[in-house]
């Protein structure tokens, strides 16, 4: 009987894929070896976050960073990556701190993206018509606040390449959460009310269009190479992408 069961072995005894046998090999194992009860309740800790680390990694192609890893390996050492190697492997690593600190800055970085999404959603919940309908529209005042995104952000737009259908421009502003600027370009609609062209710092990449609700409202978001854009309002999704094809086209020109 092996008493040194390994780490992905430790992960199927967590994931009921052993059969008895196994499971009571490991069970003697425990009891005797206070160090390897320690290294399963690691495995097993809910307060990591691992489930959604590893579905959001597995959607993002961490996966295939580590199996290019793996693949520098001599055979036999080199097998497909799956959940029992992935948890495995991040046990071991976290001896030398070398991979655990990889995966949960990745986890990080794929929920701060999300986040300044949801951000921007909790406070455009609270705009009424009557929160910018008494704002000046003049293009001097328009170019003056471009001027501050434009130095926050590294971006060079001008009132027209901002222009939408029916929607008047109101204001451009620079928000801030944890040091990290956000451009709003808050727009009034006639039919649909307040709307928002928002823009912050991104590295991910080049990205297309996709949609979603938060607040009972539609979104829109893409990416370039340096940033990440979002159109919020109560608009039609439709309406939306038509309006961020259009967007997207401009000010990438």
């Not at 001008?158 to 008047?168: F, K, S």
């Not at 590295?203 to 409202?217: K, L, Y």
Request: glycine letters at 4%; a neutral charge.
């Amino acid at each position: 009987m092996n008493v040194n069961p390994t780490d992905e072995q430790l992960v199927a005894y967590l994931d009921n894929q052993l059969d008895s046998q196994e499971r009571q090999r490991i069970d003697a194992a425990v009891a005797e070896d206070p160090m390897l009860g320690l290294r399963l309740q690691w495995l097993n800790r809910s307060s990591l976050p691992f489930k959604s680390a590893y579905d959001e990694l597995e959607r993002q192609a961490p996966v295939d960073r580590l199996q290019a890893m793996l693949d520098t390996l001599p055979s036999p050492a080199r097998q497909p990556l799956n959940r029992r190697r992935f948890l495995a492997a991040a046990a071991g690593f976290l001896v030398t701190g070398v991979l655990a600190d990889r995966l949960f800055l990745a986890w990080q970085a794929s929920q701060q993206n999300d986040n300044w999404r949801q951000l921007v959603a909790d406070y455009m919940v609270l705009y009424i018509p009557q929160t910018l309908d008494h704002l000046p529209n003049d293009e001097a005042t328009q170019r003056t606040q471009l001027r501050t995104i434009e130095a926050s952000l590294d971006l060079n737009i001008a009132p027209a390449q901002l222009a939408l259908p029916r929607a008047e421009l109101k204001r451009a502003q620079i928000l801030e959460y944890d040091g990290v600027p956000i451009a709003q370009i808050t727009y009034l609609d006639p039919l649909h009310g307040p709307l928002a062209l928002c823009i912050t710092r991104s590295n991910s990449g080049s990205r297309p269009i996709a949609r979603e609700r938060r607040h009972g409202m539609n979104i829109v978001y893409w990416a370039d190479m340096q940033h990440a854009w979002m159109l919020i309002g109560r608009n039609s999704m439709t309406d939306l992408e038509g309006m961020a094809k259009s967007l997207r086209g401009r000010l990438s020109a």
